[in-house]
C-alpha cells in the first residue's frame, strides 16, 4: 500500500492512479485526457532536462511536466491490493 | 433555431429535388448543418478533406485567432448537401481553451452565421477509443443527434485491438459508422446515418444521458458551469471516464499483452536524451537554412520578375502619375508582399509535415524545458527560429501554440529575432564605419557587431518576455499536458491544401495592408510634385531612352552616349533627391527630427527610417537616394559608404559617426518598424495591442 506521485516513479513502472489532487485547470486537463483515479498509468521516460515527463495512459502516450505530475497520486502496482475506485469516489 | 431548421428539413424532402440541390448549394440556409468534432489527431481533417474535395473555405472566427472551417458535403448522388463545420481539434469541452469556448458556442448555437448544427459527426480513433469516446460523452449530452465515424480500424486491428462496432453502437444508442477517409470507405454510410439522424430531430435518449441518471439534471447546468466548481467537474469526469470504461469493457477486446509499437521504437531514437537533440537541431537547422537561404532563389526570381514588369508597363505608358503609381505603388507593392510567399510556402510546408508526422509534440517535448526558463512553450522555438529569416512566416507559425497568452507572447517577441532584411542595413554600417577593424589583433569588428546585433535581439526578447508573462499575459504556467501521437506517415494532399490555404490567407488578409501602406508611403515620397523637376526628368528620361536603344552600335558613339549618359544620371540622381528631400517624407523628416535628434539622427537619416517602414533594407536605397548617389546603389557600394561618411548635418557637422552607426543598428534591432510585421501581427492577434 505503497503511495507516492507519478513523478517519483521510476522509468517503466507502472502504477494505479489514486487521486489527483490540486484545483487549477491543470487537474481537470489531466482527468479530461483520462488520467482519473483508479486507471493504470506506466511511465515511459524523460526529456533530455530531466523534464518533461513521457507516461502511457489508456493506451496512449501523455507528455506532462513534473510539476503537474507531482499533483498524480499513485500507488505503485508492486504493492496494490485492491482497486482503488471506491476510494477515489468518495 | 431548432424548429426553422427542422422546417427546413420538412420542406425539403417534398420540395422538387432538383430545385433543391440548385438552392443548396447556393443557399447554405436550406442545406442540413452538421459540425465534424473530434479530438486532435483523429483523423479530422482527412475526413473534412474527403467530405467536401475543395469545396471548403478557411477564415477566422470574429474577433479570435481560432480558424474556422467549412466546406460543402454533396453526398447520395448530388442529391443532397450538408454545410460542414469543422470545429477545431478538441480534447473537451468544459471551455479551458479558446478552442473550446468557440465549439461550444457552435454547438449551442450561439454564434452568428453560424447555424445550431442539426447533427454532429463524432470522429473517433479507433486506436485511442477510451480518451477519444470521452469527448462524445460530452457531445451527447449537448442532445443534437451524434454519429460516430470511427478511424484508422486498420490500425487497431494491426494492434490486435478488436472493436465491436455493433456492441458499441448499442451501448451509446448512437449510430457507428467505419471509415476510411482516403479510401472514401464507409462515406455513404456515414452519410446515410447523418441524414437519418438529422432528420430525426427529436431530443432522443443516448446511452450515457440514461446511463447517468443525475446527467439529465446536471447536464444543463453543467454546460454553463465555470471553473470555480471544481469538485462538481471533477465528479463529472470521473463519471463520464466510468461509464466509457464500461463500454470499452464490453465492446473490445483488448490485446492481451503490453507490445512496443513501433511509435515507441522509433522515440526511443527520436527523443533520445542525446541523440534526440542532435536530430532536433538537424531537422531545425534544415528548416532554417531552406527559409534563409534557398527561399532567396525564388524570391529574387519574384523581384527581378516585378522589375521587369514595372520596366515595361514604365516604356509602355505614358510619363506621368498614374504611371509612376502603377510602377512604383502598385506594382512594387504587389511584388512586396508576394516576395514573401517563398518563405511562407516553404516554411508551412515544414511545419505540416512536423505536425502531421507527429514530430512537433516531440521537439515540444525535447525542448519544454528550456524554453520554459524564458517563460514560453517548448512549441515556441521554431516560430522564433524561423523569424531570424523573416518575422512573417515566424507569426503565422505561431498557430501551433494552443494558449492564446503564449502565442501572443511568442508573436510579441518574435520581430525582435535579426531578420534578414536587416543585415544590409548591418552591412551598410559595419562596412562603412568599421571595415578592417579587428579585435585582439585577428577578429573581426564587423563580424563581433552583427553577432552582437543577434544576441542583443534575443537578450531583449528574453526580457520582453519575461516582463510580459509577469504583466500584461499573466497566466498560470501553460499546462504542458500534452498527447504524444504515434508517428504517422503525412498524407501529402492534406499538406499542400494546408500550405496554400495558409499562402492565401496571407496574401487575403495581411497581403493587403501591405500593398495599402505601400501606396500610401509611395505618395508621401512622391508629393507634392515640383512641375519643374517632373518635366526635367520625362526630358532626361528620354534621352536616356533614345541613347539606350542606340544601344552599342559603334565603339565611338558609345562612348559618347556613355558620357551623356552619366551626365544626365547626374543630373537625374539629383532631381530625384530633390523631389524627396521636398516630398512630404522629407517634411516629415524635418517633423520627426527633434525626437530622433538625441539618437543623433538628422532629418535625412529621418527620412529613410520613414521609407524602411516599407521594408528595413530600403533604408540602404533611400539614403542612396537622399545623398545623391542614385537609388541603384547596394549596401556594398562604396561610393554610397563614402556618401554616407561625407554627409553633414543642415548646421554643417558630420551626420554620421560610429556612434550614429551603432545607434541605428542598435535601433534597427530594438524597433518593430516594418509594416509588414505590424500587419500580420495585427492579423494574427486580432487587435492594437
Known amino acids: 500500500m505503497k503511495k507516492t506521485t507519478l513523478t517519483n516513479l521510476t522509468v517503466g513502472e507502472k502504477a494505479t492512479v489514486v487521486s489527483v489532487n490540486g484545483k487549477n485547470a491543470i487537474t481537470k486537463r489531466l482527468m479530461e485526457m483520462g488520467v482519473v483515479p483508479g486507471v493504470s498509468v506506466r511511465v515511459i521516460k524523460s526529456a533530455p532536462f530531466g523534464d518533461p515527463l513521457e507516461i502511457r495512459v489508456r493506451g496512449y502516450h501523455l507528455a506532462m511536466r513534473k510539476s503537474e505530475a507531482d499533483a498524480i497520486v499513485v500507488q505503485s502496482s508492486k504493492f496494490k491490493v485492491q482497486s482503488s475506485e471506491s476510494e477515489a469516489k468518495s | 433555431m431548432i424548429s426553422d431548421s427542422t422546417i427546413t428539413a420538412e420542406t425539403r424532402r417534398t420540395a422538387d429535388k432538383k430545385t433543391y440541390k440548385k438552392s443548396a448549394i447556393r443557399n447554405p440556409q436550406s442545406a442540413i448543418t452538421v459540425a465534424l468534432a473530434g479530438n486532435p489527431n483523429a483523423g479530422k481533417t482527412t475526413l473534412f478533406n474527403a467530405l467536401t474535395g475543395m469545396r471548403q473555405k478557411v477564415a477566422n472566427y470574429p474577433g479570435v485567432t481560432v480558424e474556422r472551417k467549412e466546406g460543402f458535403w454533396r453526398f447520395s448522388g448530388n442529391q443532397n448537401a450538408a454545410r460542414i463545420i469543422d470545429l477545431p481539434g478538441l480534447y473537451s469541452l468544459d471551455a479551458t481553451s479558446l478552442d473550446e469556448q468557440i465549439a461550444r458556442d457552435v454547438l449551442t448555437g450561439r454564434l452568428k452565421n453560424v447555424p445550431q448544427p442539426d447533427a454532429i459527426i463524432a470522429v473517433v480513433d479507433a486506436t485511442n477509443l477510451e480518451r477519444n469516446l470521452y469527448l462524445v460523452t460530452q457531445l451527447l449530452e449537448y442532445k443534437i443527434p451524434v454519429v460516430i465515424a470511427l478511424t484508422m480500424i486498420d490500425v487497431a486491428e494491426k494492434q490486435n485491438l478488436l472493436i465491436d462496432t455493433k456492441k458499441l453502437s448499442e451501448l451509446l444508442q448512437i449510430p457507428v459508422v467505419e471509415v476510411k477517409a482516403t479510401q472514401k470507405k464507409g462515406i455513404d454510410e456515414l452519410a446515410e446515418k447523418v441524414l437519418q439522424a438529422a432528420r430525426n430531430k427529436t431530443p432522443k435518449q443516448n446511452g450515457w444521458l440514461s446511463a447517468d441518471d443525475s446527467a439529465e439534471v446536471l447536464n444543463e447546468s453543467f454546460i454553463h458551469l465555470s471553473l470555480q466548481d471544481n469538485a462538481e467537474i471533477n465528479k463529472k469526469i470521473f463519471a463520464r471516464y466510468n461509464f466509457i470504461s464500461d463500454v470499452y469493457q464490453e465492446s473490445v477486446k483488448p490485446k492481451q499483452t503490453y507490445e512496443t509499437s513501433l511509435s515507441e521504437k522509433i522515440d526511443r531514437v527520436l527523443t533520445h536524451k542525446f541523440f534526440g537533440l542532435v536530430i532536433l537541431i538537424a531537422i531545425l537547422l534544415l528548416v532554417f537554412q531552406t527559409i534563409f537561404s534557398w527561399a532567396n532563389l525564388p524570391m529574387d526570381l519574384l523581384e527581378q520578375g516585378f522589375g521587369a514588369l514595372g520596366d515595361f508597363v514604365r516604356t509602355s505608358m505614358p510619363e506621368g502619375i498614374l504611371t509612376d503609381l502603377l510602377v512604383d505603388g502598385v506594382i512594387a507593392g504587389v511584388g512586396g508582399v508576394l516576395v514573401f510567399l517563398p518563405q511562407i510556402l516553404l516554411l508551412f510546408f515544414f511545419l505540416s509535415i512536423l505536425e502531421d508526422t507527429g514530430y512537433m509534440s516531440r521537439a515540444a517535448f525535447l525542448l519544454d524545458r528550456l524554453m520554459r526558463g524564458v517563460g514560453l512553450h517548448g512549441k515556441a522555438f521554431l516560430p522564433l527560429l524561423s523569424s531570424f529569416a523573416c518575422a512573417i512566416p515566424g507569426i503565422m507559425a505561431t498557430r501551433t501554440i494552443e494558449s492564446p497568452k503564449d502565442r501572443i507572447a511568442t508573436i510579441m ?243 554620421w559617426t560610429p556612434l550614429t552607426a551603432l545607434t541605428l543598428m542598435v535601433f534597427f534591432v530594438l524597433a518593430i518598424q516594418c509594416m509588414s510585421t505590424v500587419a500580420v501581427v495585427r492579423r494574427e492577434t486580432n487587435s492594437w495591442t
Open chain 2, 413 to 655: 517577441i518574435a520581430p525582435f529575432m535579426s531578420c534578414s532584411a536587416r543585415l544590409p542595413v548591418y552591412t551598410l554600417m559595419i562596412a562603412t564605419f568599421f571595415a578592417g577593424q579587428t579585435i585582439f589583433g585577428f577578429v573581426s569588428l564587423g563580424a563581433v557587431l552583427i553577432l552582437a546585433m543577434y544576441a542583443l535581439g534575443i537578450f531583449v526578447a528574453v526580457v520582453v518576455g519575461w516582463i510580459l508573462k509577469r504583466t500584461l499575459l499573466k497566466a498560470p504556467p501553460p499546462p504542458f499536458v500534452m498527447e504524444l501521437p504515434p508517428y504517422r506517415m503525412p498524407n501529402f494532399k492534406a499538406v499542400f491544401l494546408n500550405v496554400f490555404q495558409r499562402a492565401g490567407m496571407f496574401v487575403k488578409r495581411a497581403g493587403t495592408v501591405i500593398l495599402a501602406i505601400s501606396i500610401i508611403l509611395w505618395a508621401l515620397m512622391y508629393f507634392p510634385r515640383n512641375a519643374e523637376v517632373s518635366s526635367l526628368k520625362s526630358q532626361a528620361s528620354s534621352e536616356n531612352q533614345f541613347l539606350e536603344n542606340r544601344g552599342d552600335e559603334t565603339a565611338i558613339e558609345n562612348s559618347n552616349s556613355e558620357n551623356l549618359e552619366s551626365e544626365d544620371l547626374g543630373v537625374e540622381i539629383k532631381k530625384e533627391s530633390e523631389q524627396l528631400k521636398n516630398s512630404y517624407a522629407g517634411k516629415l523628416g524635418h517633423f520627426i527630427e527633434p525626437v530622433i535628434q538625441p539618437l543623433g539622427f538628422d532629418w535625412k537619416i529621418g527620412v529613410a527610417l520613414i521609407a524602411s517602414f516599407a521594408a528595413r533594407e530600403v533604408l540602404v536605397s533611400t539614403l542612396s537616394i537622399i545623398y545623391n548617389v542614385g537609388k541603384d546603389e547596394n549596401e556594398e557600394s562604396e561610393t554610397l559608404m563614402q556618401a554616407v561618411r561625407d554627409a553633414k548635418k543642415d548646421d554643417g557637422t558630420r551626420a
